[in-house]
Every structure is written in C-alpha cells, then in structure tokens.
C-alpha cells in the first residue's frame, strides 16, 4: 500500500459512513428547525422595510392562482352561455378576459418584485454574515484556530453566509405557497371534501422519498467536510502565486493532482450513487402523484357529464387539483430542503456559539494596567502544551523579565521561543504554572489593554497585501492617516530606504496579489514588519527572529537602534545570531521547552554552560 493510499484509508475509516447509517438523528434534524426563528430575525434585523415589502407582495401574489382559475372558470361559463344564446352580446366576456389579462401582469409584476427583494435582501443579509463572521472569528482564541474541528466549523460557516439567501427566499415562499393552498383548498373542500385526502395520498410518498435523500446528502457533505477543505486546500496549492515556485522546482504538480484526483473520485462516486437513486426514486413518486391527480380528474369529469357541475366548474376544480398537487408537493419537498437548510445553519450557529476564553470576564476584577511597568514579569513554574497534543512545548519554566531589561531568549529549533512569547502576550494562557505582571496574575488585566501595552512582531509575521504605509500603519490601526507617525516609524525600522525605491512610495501597493503590486526582497519585507513595533507605544516590544533576512550592515544598524529607541521599556529579542544576542542586558537559554540558564553574556561565557557551548559553536563557523 503507498503512503497515499495508507493516508487515505486513515481518513476514509475515520469518517461515519455516508451510505450507512445517518450522522444524524431524525430528532437532531427536526430540532434544527428551532434555528428558524433566529434565523427570521436576524433576516428581519438586516432591513425591517425590505423583509416588510417582502411579506407584502408575497401575500398578495399568495392570492391570486385562486382569482384567476375563478376568472377563467366564469369565462368558461360565459362563452357557453353565449354560444348557446344566438346574438348575444360580448361586452361580459371581453371584461373578463380583461379582469384575466389584467391579473396576469399583475401576477408578473409581483413576481419581480419578490425576486427583486429576495436579491436585494439576501444580498445584505450575506454581507452582515460575513462582517459578523469576521468579527466573531477576531475574538476567538488562537489555539482554536489552531484546532482541525475548528476549522471545519468555521469553513462550513463560511460556505453558509452565502447558501443561506436561498434558504431566505425558501422560507418565505414555503410561507406564500401554504397560504396559496389554504385558497384553494377551500374550494376544493366544498366540493368534495374526499378530494383532499387523495391529495395527500398522492403526495405524502414523494415528501417522504425526498426528506429520506436530503438527509442523506446532508450527512454525505457533512461527514465530507475535512475532505473538502483538503480538496479547496490542493485546488488552491496546485494553482496559486504563492507555492507556484516551490510546485515547479519540486515538481509537486503531480502529487498534489493525484491526491486531489482521488478524493475528489471517491466524492463524486458517493455523491453519483445517491442522486442516481434519488432520480429512481423521484420518478416514482412522481408517477403516483400523477395517478391521484388523473383520479381526480375522471371523478370530476363524471360529475360534469352527469350534470352536477358546469364546464367552468369542472376547469376550476381540476385546476385546483393540478395546481395544489404541484403545491403540496413543493411544499413538502421544501420543507425538507428547508429541514436541510436548518441543519446547515446550525453549523453557521455552532460557529458563532464558539466562545473565547481568554477574554475579560466579570467573575475576575479587572486590574489597570500599570503605566509604567515596575517590577516586570514573573514566570512561576510555567507549563504549555498545545491543543491536541500531549508534549509539552515548554514546561518549568521560572524566571523574572525585570521591567526596562532587554532580555533574549537562545535556543535550538522547536526548543520553546515563540510559545514562551506568545504565553506572554496572552495569545495563550498557560496549561499550568502563572505569569505574573507587577505581582498580579496576568489574567487579572484586560487582555484588550495588555496587547496594546505589547507589541510583537513574529518571524512568520503577516505579508500584507496592502499599500506600503498600510502595512506599517497595522501596528497601530488606529494612526493609519498619521503620515508623520509612518513615516518616522519607516525611518526607525530601516523601511524608509526601502520605499524611497518604490515606484508608489508609500502608497505603493506591495506583493503580487493585485494589479500594479510591487513584490519585495525578504528582507525589505522585514524592515517594514519592523517598522509596525514602532508604530506603536508599547511598553513591551517583543522581536522574535527579526532580522533572520537582513544582511549583516542591517542588522547591525537595527540592533543599535533598537536599543537606542527601546531605552527604558522592556524588550524581549529572539536570535539565532550570538552577535545580536550578546546586545542584551541578560540572556535566557532553552532547551526542550525546559529552562537551562540565565544572565548576561559575560556571566553566561564564565560560567562555561550551555551557552558558552553554542557561543562557541558559532563563533568557530565565522573563523
Ligand atoms: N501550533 C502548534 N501546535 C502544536 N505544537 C506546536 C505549535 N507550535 C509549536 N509547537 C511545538 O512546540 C514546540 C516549541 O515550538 P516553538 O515554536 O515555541 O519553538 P521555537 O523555539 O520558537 O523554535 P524556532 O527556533 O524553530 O522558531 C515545538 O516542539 C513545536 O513543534
């Protein structure tokens, strides 16, 4: 078996079998259509007047099959009657066929305006999905981006902001269709009220076939979602700007087609075997609905031969019979689709149920920050292992970060840098031990407060494609007019040098995603991510690997400047290089996640540790 396929059967034995029994319970899927009124209201809550006018008109049009099957009923019984009566006069019939004439523009112009509204408001409604999406997804915890479930949620969350529209206009419809039939049904009713049962006998088969598939299909594209996300993942590696360069070198087209070959083979085959037997089915369904109806007629066509009931009654009863045929049947078939439709919304309600934990919460008093910092950080036995796995990624770990110091933290790859800064900035908190600021936990500040006094810019930092200016301006949004303050930002981080050669200057768009963007050399993209720590006024500027991409001139400059501009805040620098490393007030040295040593450079040296080793490993490189 090839690793591929070995990976693959992984997957496949994970995943609920879609043909076998449901995912979900037919009380989970009645129990969904509880998301309804939540989901009406916040339809109603994207535009009152426009859901008004929506209700309005389908009301309106909600009537009108049943006046125009009575109008064609009384033109019927017209023309006989005429016909029957030499020299009659054609005025009544000519006014009837205008009343029908008129009704059917009419019923035109309601149906426009409702798929109007239905655009327009399911256009905005979209739109509020998605900014709320994004909002709701900036208050989550990093660690449940970091989680698989997580992102299934979110990205069936993201596939609904836009299918909900039609979920909208089907609600609203279904709503519309059952007062059509209500109309109608009482004419039938009066007739015979024996009519209505047979409806229903012809009907309630094709409902029940249809909410049997829709479940299926509901499970098969649910149990699917990992799958799916992979297959956009490889859509998206395969074809774009970003990974072209290592696909073409490595020569990864063909892995990456295989894989997506065969997931997407094994989808479609699921998919085709349940449409396949829905097609059989529904064909079915289909034909005992038509031998209700055609019983239906002959009873009706037996009762006008018989005298009991005119020629114009006869086409109206048989009119309402076909047309409430095919509206039950919609409307059945669409209260499944929209039973369907609620499921998926729970997905889209699950997503915004997901709380954040690291937030300011009442059951903690809230500490004000200190302005400024006086005694520093304080790591007291501090554990972290990341969701999902069972390694601790740092652990013990106790020392103080005093206030003003420029601390830098060595150690090998994977040793525990990064987390160890994102624990401090509250991007995690820790799994055990406490952090502790001027003596005070630091859950007890507001998380809000305790990022604006950090700032951090991270080795995997963002290459935003935005303007030059704007992607200073990010480390302090809120100043992205403040020309003076980008430009001096710029000029701090070395960035200047670099937009002083871009075509556009600051406004210049930079990276290739977008017509007319100028792409930079890593470095010149580290200058400007630099650039964002001084654009704010943090009291704890955190560098993690800043200047892996500058030449040596560079670094050097960086370095003398940051500690000039960084005088009396407290900073923490990650490094691979010891030139830069040896800058610092104290030096911390990690190793597995687990604390090794502390102390200046000098102090480290003497004392012939870890340190020392690795100063010494490096400095026999440069010889
Ligand atoms: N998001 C994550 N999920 C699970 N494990 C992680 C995650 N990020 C890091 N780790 C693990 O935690 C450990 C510490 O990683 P960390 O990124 O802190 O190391 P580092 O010292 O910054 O390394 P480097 O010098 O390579 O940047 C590593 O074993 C790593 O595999």
Redesign the pocket.
């Known amino acids: 078996m090839s690793w591929l396929s070995k990976k693959f059967a992984k997957i496949s034995a994970k995943r609920p079998r879609p043909d076998g029994k449901p995912a979900l319970s037919v009380r989970e899927r009645v129990s969904a259509l509880k998301n309804l009124p939540e989901f009406l209201r916040l339809i109603w809550e994207t535009s009152p007047s426009l859901a008004l006018a929506n209700i309005g008109l389908r009301l309106l049009r909600a009537a009108l099959p049943v006046a125009m099957l009575y109008v064609a009923r009384l033109i019927l019984d017209t023309v006989i009657g005429l016909a029957r009566t030499p020299g009659a006069s054609f005025t009544p019939i000519i006014g009837l066929v205008g009343l029908e004439f008129g009704l059917a523009i009419f019923s035109d112009v309601l149906g426009r305006g409702v798929a109007l509204l239905d655009s327009l408001l399911g256009d905005l409604f979209a739109n509020r999905s998605s900014v709320r999406l994004m909002e709701h997804a900036g208050q989550l915890d990093l660690d449940q981006f ?1 989680d698989s479930v997580f992102y299934d949620k979110l990205e069936r969350a993201r596939r609904q902001t836009l299918s909900r529209t039609v979920l909208m206009s089907q609600v609203l419809s279904q709503a519309q269709d059952i007062i059509t039939m209500l109309f109608l049904a009482v004419g039938l009713a009066a007739f015979n009220p024996w009519l209505l049962l047979l409806l229903l006998v012809a009907v309630v088969p094709a409902f029940l076939g249809e909410s049997h598939f829709n479940e299926r299909s509901y499970s098969l594209v649910h149990s699917w979602t990992p799958e799916r996300r992979e297959l956009d993942y490889l859509r998206q590696t395969g074809a774009s700007d970003e990974t072209a360069k290592e696909v073409k070198i490595f020569g990864l087209s063909g892995f990456l087609i295989e894989r997506f070959k065969m997931l997407s083979d094994e989808f479609y085959q699921k998919n085709k075997a349940l449409v396949v037997r829905r097609a059989g089915w529904g064909a079915l369904f289909a034909a005992i609905g038509a031998g209700g109806y055609y019983a239906a007629y002959l009873y009706i066509i037996a009762q006008a031969i018989r005298g009991h009931i005119s020629i114009g009654q006869l086409t109206f009863l048989s009119g309402s019979f076909a047309r409430m045929r095919t509206l039950l049947e919609g409307i059945l078939s669409r209260f499944s689709s929209v039973a369907e439709g609620a499921l998926y919304l729970q997905d889209f309600f699950d997503f915004f149920h997901l709380q954040p934990r690291i937030v300011r919460t009442d059951d903690r008093p809230v500490r004000p920050f200190p302005r400024p910092i006086q005694q520093g950080f304080v790591f007291e036995n501090v554990g972290f292992q ?1 969701r999902g ?1 069972s ?1 601790w ?1 740092v652990r013990n770990l106790s020392f103080t970060l005093r206030a003003g110091e420029k601390l830098a933290l060595v ?1 090998e ?7 160890l800064v994102k624990l401090l900035s509250r991007l995690y908190d820790p799994s055990e031990g406490r952090i502790l600021l001027d003596g005070h936990d630091l859950r007890d500040y507001d998380p809000a407060e305790l990022r604006q006094e950090i700032g951090v810019i991270f ?1 995997d930092f963002v290459r935003f494609q935005l303007s030059a200016g704007q992607n200073l301006a990010v480390g302090r949004i809120e100043e992205k007019e403040n020309t003076d303050r980008i430009q001096s930002a710029a000029a701090q981080s070395l960035a200047d040098t670099v937009i002083r050669k871009l075509p556009g200057g600051y406004e210049q768009m930079i990276g290739r995603r977008f017509a007319g963007g100028v792409d930079l050399s890593g470095g010149e993209w580290q200058k400007i991510a630099l650039g964002r720590a001084y654009m704010r006024e943090a009291q704890l500027l955190i560098l993690d690997e800043p200047t892996a991409a500058l030449d040596a001139r560079a670094e050097h400059e960086v370095f003398q400047r940051f500690a000039d501009l960084t005088q009396g805040k407290t900073a923490v620098l990650i490094s691979h290089r010891f030139s830069t490393v040896r800058m610092a007030d104290r030096i911390l040295v990690i190793e597995n ?1 687990q604390f090794v040593e502390i102390g200046s450079h000098e102090e480290l040296l003497a004392r012939n540790g870890r340190y020392s080793e690795l100063f010494a490993l490096q400095a026999a490189g440069y010889r």
Do not use: D, I, P
């Open positions: 970091e990341y796995s390694k990624a150690g790859n994977g040793a525990g840098k990064t987390t080795q996640g």
